[in-house]
């Protein structure tokens, strides 16, 4: 007969998530010891012991409601400095994260590794290394939790959605859906792998049949006729996209936006939202409802490595980024941190 | 357990609002307050025992871990209409609709509210309303969650969401009448001397209940308006495929929800303060500063509504606001508590049913509370959110606190109401039955949900079947501490021990009249000399 | 009978508070939604009139006074007068609703109606064509929720009306007058709302 009392702690944030968590019932112990034994010793110390017992009436102090208002206030301030500070660490991934992109959908998890590796309802991350999520959803509100992880993030449709961490205990751990989302919300978990750095090379190099997912990227952008107004070497009708993710680029009303995941998503699901200055509105068609989310995030990925095959440095002559891991150089990557990736 | 001799002190010649008149129109179209209140009784009560069916279900089929007693569809639809007819046809008009309707008047020396037909009306309006949501649940229910989050409730589910919307709609404007008539009658019916500074604390809770009644049940009206047009029109406000956002659903969705909980447990904490004055014999401690917690309770309430959305992806500077003014409503909360244990210093304190669901509040609503802030506590929260912690946190304020304090009124009030004593140990034991059995139900699910349970799940990993079946277990002893009171106040009815004006020897104006009241309440409008609670005539200490 | 009256109207300025919170929250989704869409309902606003809603603006700020008159005349126990400014405030709330229905009409004719069949048409700016939709929508359930207040507002007023040609107000007691007053006055300072937010705010004369 299993009775698990308490979580596995397997992320870096899981300890600090937990000490908060034993400081607050701490202290609400604290507080209900307090409150409970005063009504006690009240309840029995001044129980009636006549029936015509008038007491005296206390109307009140001030000094007590000040007290008893503002010392309760400084501790709850206490806590929300504390999961200020734990929920600011989570809603910024480190720029060294590893990409991987998961796709909700009722009632399974798809998830996507920029080497192509593809799994259902299967997680595989390495110890040490900080793991970013894109997360998307091709129907409802679903929310993406791995309880030893102590993380959670709705996955809201429309957009994407992010959430990291950084895995140090290997094991395999629960994953499930936590928002509701229609018949199997329940089934629609699955598991964590945490590995030991080997292991997670000898599983990557496994490699995706269908190659890495710029390279799937590269494909649609040619079946779907993209290349047709993006060229790659020269002008075309559309923007350049060489280079252009990550750029601040201007749109046609003046303002500057960031060419980010969530610009490219737009830019192809309604091309008129944000339109790069010097472009017309009603040229690009939209994509809506030819593409599924995961196709979209291959495009992302795709086109994201342009930019970075012309940083400097980078091997010109290939499209496929220098960060999608080769296994030659994936022991070197994934040695672990000296800083144990500080939190 | 009294097997008293029927000793009538009244007669039954004795005239009161319920022999008044007979026959069924006497009843329904009635304008006294305490009738009404009569009719809102039974109405919730039919209410409450209907959702307490769709629990137990929930919970017999969690005693294991795969789905086997229903298919996840039914499932859903249980925990839905579950909550749906818990949170919208019992917890929230509740104790306005029965003690309020009865007392306030009574509390302030009136006849009765300042709208009678209006009372009549938002009665009226209750039943088409609770039609609609039975309507839903006969043609074969609704699987939305009560939250009715979309885009799944305006695009993909594919049960009966604009009935069960309609339902709710419908039942919010007898929630913003029974406030407004509240409002005006605390404001202009007081009897001469009732001053503001000597109103029962019962009276300020409504009033300060009243207010958020008025000011936001209109949102979810128009939010389940918009929810409808989508659902039925797919006019796009919510749906992101065309530039809708899903997520201003859920903030127009808890601007009102989140208030709404505070609709729920002002009056019960009203409640309290009547019980815990009345059994300590003595005033209560700090009386204007539980009264303006009361108020403060009612407007922070309004502005803390994103601490459900933190993991929506809402701006972590959003984040933050939301989570500090969810801790600064909990602190007329706390002082609340401090001031009703202040208030039994020096008293002199019995310990009959209603004054051990008080006590029976305050451990559990302390509890709730407390729970409250790991969930206003942003970093916990991302961990917490979603899981059995959240069922658990609201369970502990929603009935360990509000349904535990309408159960103590009911036994408080119950002579003044009937003119009948219910059985006394019969009631201690049923308030044990139901303080154990619900600590034992929802405890345990604290630790599931920091283990990780999600909530709305029909199977769940194996390791958690034996804090589920606990909790199972919990139910079963509390279903019984509900049915034990509703067969002895039937009982009651007719077998009870006369009461008397006043069985507790309580101050408050309602205790003057006799039992059961007249259909005026007062032969002559009182006049008020003294403060509330006024339980002593020495002369008072004032400390420090 | 002064307690009464007190406690009528106090009721009725409560009760106007929760329709304030009503059209509020109707005017909020819709300020988010336009706020999201700024060249959607730049585009939008071509098809606004707002000599239409200047109009209407005019002609309900006269019925108000026109209103007040009537509670006037009946405190004064001037009971022609009070039946002639009823008369004349329901004039103006009529002129309301016809000129609304002109407004509509074009609308109709425009092909800006959505939901019902056959008169929904954007193809002059079809990449604003989901936003256009749903502000319309936001449009005409504000416009006509209003409208529906309007009716309303003139059922009461006959029935008033009814009632003072029965003698029934003197100024002892005028209590229906004055109440109705109050909702007649909400009903116009809601359109005083409306009408810089529909018409006015971010007007543009061209389609984008």
Redesign the interface.
Known sequence: MQLPLWPEAASAIASDVDHLYIYLTLVSVVMSVLIFGTIFVFAIKYRRKSEDETPAPIHGSWRLEVTWSIIPFLVMLTFFWWGAKIYFLNATPPPEAMDVYAVGKQWMWKLQYPGGQREINELHVPIGRPVKITLASEDVIHSFFIPALRVKHDVVPGHYDVLWFNATKAGRYHLFCAEYCGTEHSGMVGWVTVMNPADYENWLAGGGSAGTMAQQGERLFEQLGCSGCHLVDRQGRGPNLRNLYGSRVQLTGGQTVLADDAYIRESILNPNAKIIAGYHPNVMPSFQGQLSEEGILQLVVYIKSLAIANAPGAPTASLLPAIIPQPVNLARRLAPQQDGGKQ | MSTAIQEPQQTTETVNYLNAEYGWKSWLFTTDHKRIALLYLISISVMFALGGVFAMLIRLELLTPQGDMVTSDTYNKLFTMHGVVMVFFFLVPSIPATLGNFLVPMMIGAKDLAFPRINLLSWYIYIAGALFAVASILMGGVDTGWTFYTPFSTTYSNTFVITAAVGVFISGFSSILTGLNFIVTIHKMRAPGMTWGRLPLFVWAHYATSLIQVLGTPVVAITLALLALERGFHIGIFDPAIGGDPILFQHMFWFYSHPAVYIMILPGMGVISEIITCFSRKGLFGYWFVAGSSLGIAIVGFLVWGHHLFVTGMSMYAGLYFSLMSMLVAVPSAIKVFNWTATMYRGSITYQTPMLYAFGFIGLFTIGGLTGLFLATLGIDVHLTDTYFVIAHFHYVMVGGMVVAYLGGLHFWWPKITGKMYPEGWGKFSALLVFVGFNVTFFPQFILGYLGQPRRYHAYAPEFQVLNVMSTAGASILAVGYVIPLIYFIWSLRYGKPAGDNPWGAKGLEWTTQSPPTTFNFDQTPIVTEEAYAYSKKPEVEVG | MG?QF??AT??MW??L???I??F???F??YT??RS??P?AFASTSAYMNPLYGALNTAVLIVSSLTMALAVRSAHLDKQKALQIFLLITMFFGLCFLVIKGFEYHEHWVDMKV??IGGHWNYSEA???A??A??LF?FYF?MTGFHAIHMIVGLGIMTTIFIMARKGRFSPIYYTPVEVSGLYWHFVDIVWIFLFPLLYLIGHTRTIL
């Open positions: 307690q007190d406690s106090f009721g409560v009760f508070l929760t329709e919170m009503f509020g929250g109707m909020g989704a988010v939604y999201m869409y060249e959505p939901l079809p990449q604003f989901h936003q939709q749903i929508i359930f």
